[in-house]
Each structure stands twice: as structure tokens, then as C-alpha cells.
């Protein structure tokens, strides 16, 4: 069975204990924070401060999805905040020394490590850190905005990612434009985690929805 990771940036902040305690209830393994600096992606969303509180009100895993220009200068203060995975873009780094620097950085100070990649960016670049990371997410929109379609091309990324996996324990994530259908597919193709925002948290049934995507 998958994990189900809602976007909290689909819940309503006003009401957002509520939000977390109902999604844990309906079976949510994790939640999903997306971190958009409007340099990186064209928008800008939440930092470290708002993960705190909920790291204060919910002891679901905390996956942070650092959408951000440069992932170094602010990975310690989402570490303290509360985050159990950090992920950042393999785009967001000009070389290989600074993606090793930024893994080791992380593990060594004890939180999980995952590399994203947009749809544009093939599999092959990531292949050479799966031995050093936790996680691999798919991007199957391009990141920055929510309720965008799925694109297809992530079931191909996940297949080669499932075939790459052998003896590594690296899981495979995918985000975007996902609901029951396109979730099956890429449950189907090997995923392991689903990240999903508006089909759970605007649900008139998040118990279905994200039963569903089991």
C-alpha cells in the first residue's frame, strides 16, 4: 500500500489544526510542505516558521519540498523547525560537489534527504545519488502552482526509478495533478508516496479520497 502525503497547501490556514487532525484521522501517512521562494518557481508560499506550529500539532513525517534557489541557506532552520525529510531540486544546484555537499549537510543533521526533479529533467541525472539519498520525488507538473494536470511523462520517470532501485532504499514520490485515476497509474508504474493537495483537502469526503489513493 502507498503513503499518502497531502499538500498543506491546499488546506484552509484558518482553520489548519482541524485540517491536519481530520487528514490524520482518514489514514495520511505524511504530510507535504511545499516551500516556494518566487525566485526559484513563480510563487512564493511559506518558510519555517508556520512548520513549527505544526510540527507542534501533529506527529505525522513532515516532508518538506524545498521549491527554493538556494537550499543550503536555509535547510538548518527547517531542521530545527521540525522537518523529518528535507527534498530539494536537482535543478536548483550548479554541480555535483554542491548536491553531495547539501546530502551529507542534511543527514548530518539527522534528517532524511530527497532530490526532486521537474518534468523536463531526465532520470539519468539523479541516477548517480541514489546510493546517498531517501527519497526521489517526480515532479509531474511543473512546480510553483497548485490544480495543474498530470503529465504523463512522470510514469516513465517512476518505472525507471523502480527499475533502478534494487538493493538501494531510496522511495519514489511523485507530486501533481494527482487523484484516484492518475494515482493508480503511478502506483501501477512503482511509486511509493502520493502527494496530494486539492483532491484531499477540497474533498466533500477526504475519508474516500484518500482511500482511493491507497
Not at 511559506?46 to 505525522?60: E, H, M, P, Q
Not at 545519488?129 to 509531474?140: A, E, K, W
Amino acid at each position: 500500500m502507498v503513503k499518502v502525503a497531502p499538500s498543506v497547501l491546499s488546506a484552509n490556514f484558518a482553520d489548519l489544526k482541524s485540517d491536519l487532525d481530520s487528514i490524520r484521522t482518514y489514514g495520511a501517512d505524511w504530510i507535504h510542505y511545499d516551500v516556494m521562494d518566487g525566485h526559484f518557481v513563480p510563487n512564493i508560499s511559506f518558510g519555517y516558521s508556520i512548520l513549527k506550529d505544526i510540527a507542534k500539532v501533529t506527529d505525522l513525517y513532515l516532508d518538506v519540498h524545498l521549491m527554493i534557489s538556494d537550499p543550503m541557506k536555509y535547510v538548518d532552520e527547517f531542521i530545527k523547525a521540525g522537518a523529518s525529510l528535507i527534498t530539494f531540486h536537482l535543478e536548483a544546484l550548479s554541480d555535483e560537489k554542491a548536491v553531495r555537499e547539501l546530502i551529507k549537510h542534511i543527514h548530518n543533521q539527522g534528517a532524511d534527504v530527497g532530490i526532486s526533479i521537474k518534468p523536463a529533467t531526465p532520470t539519468q541525472l539523479v541516477e548517480k545519488y541514489l546510493d546517498d539519498i531517501d527519497l526521489v520525488l517526480v515532479m509531474s507538473v511543473e512546480p510553483g502552482f497548485g490544480g495543474q494536470a498530470f503529465q504523463t511523462s512522470a510514469i516513465d520517470k517512476i518505472k525507471a526509478l523502480y527499475q533502478l532501485r534494487g538493493h538501494r532504499h531510496f522511495v519514489i514520490e511523485v507530486d501533481g495533478g494527482i487523484n484516484a485515476e492518475t494515482g493508480a497509474l503511478c502506483k501501477e508504474a512503482g511509486v511509493d508516496v502520493l502527494v496530494a493537495g486539492s483532491y484531499v483537502f477540497q474533498s466533500p469526503d477526504r475519508q474516500k479520497a484518500i482511500d482511493l489513493l491507497k
